[in-house]
């Protein structure tokens, strides 16, 4: 569906440039930032970044919990965890882990948590498939008190647009196939972003 992610970009700003108004585009670290920075270039705004860390279930780390912010701000996803029967000491000490982990990271992009009081808030990332780090981040967006937040993406798994709805004030995907699979396999190039290419696109 896209050849990479400044594809997905211009294709995602297509989708949003008649109908949105935004004061600032925060991109989901660190695959969301390309995409991001093309929505920002379009909607002549800045360009933030909203880092966001998976809790993975024991001995399936791929298998997200949830996901927490660099702030704190986490989104539990309460079915999977009591389907896996997973008590909450587990959950709590990964939690914890997941929050040290995206910390270090927003030290590293130099990224702290910023006031969004009154800013309409565009979140975008480069996918969703289970929706956690979506989630998370527009949680974060929430409670830094933005007037207005929508949550825009180049494809997402159909089954996880519900709950993105319950937190944005819009949800605009470009791409929902179903059966979904995974993010990667719907770009011709879907290589990892490194903390250098975030860093760079970020200053």
């Known amino acids: 569906m896209f050849s990479d992610r400044t594809d997905a970009g211009e294709r995602v700003a297509d989708a949003l440039a008649d109908d949105v108004a935004a004061d600032i585009v925060v991109g989901i670290t660190r695959g969301g930032i390309p995409v991001a920075c093309v929505v920002a270039e379009r909607l002549d705004c800045p360009l933030g970044a909203v880092v966001v860390q998976k809790i993975g279930a024991p001995g399936r ?15 539990l996803n309460d079915d999977l965890i009591d389907r896996l029967d997973i008590d909450d000491g587990a959950v709590a ?49 929430r409670d830094r008190d933005a007037s207005a937040v929508v949550f825009a993406v180049p494809v997402a798994a159909p089954s996880a647009l519900p709950a993105l709805r319950e937190r944005a004030d819009d949800v605009v995907a470009v791409e929902t196939p ?19 290419e975030v860093q760079a696109t970020l200053g």
């Open 178 to 196: 179903d059966p979904f699979g995974s993010v990667g396999r719907h770009y011709d190039q879907f290589p990892q972003v490194t903390d250098e």
């Open 61 to 75: 780390e791929e298998l997200a919990l949830g996901a927490v912010t660099a702030d704190g701000t986490a989104w």
């Open 93 to 141: 000490k990964r939690r914890e882990q997941a929050v040290t982990t995206a910390r270090e990271k927003a030290d590293r992009y130099r990224e702290q948590s910023r006031s969004l009081a009154g800013e309409r808030v565009v979140v975008v990332d480069d996918g969703v498939a289970t929706g956690a780090t979506a989630n998370a981040a527009l949680t974060a967006a």
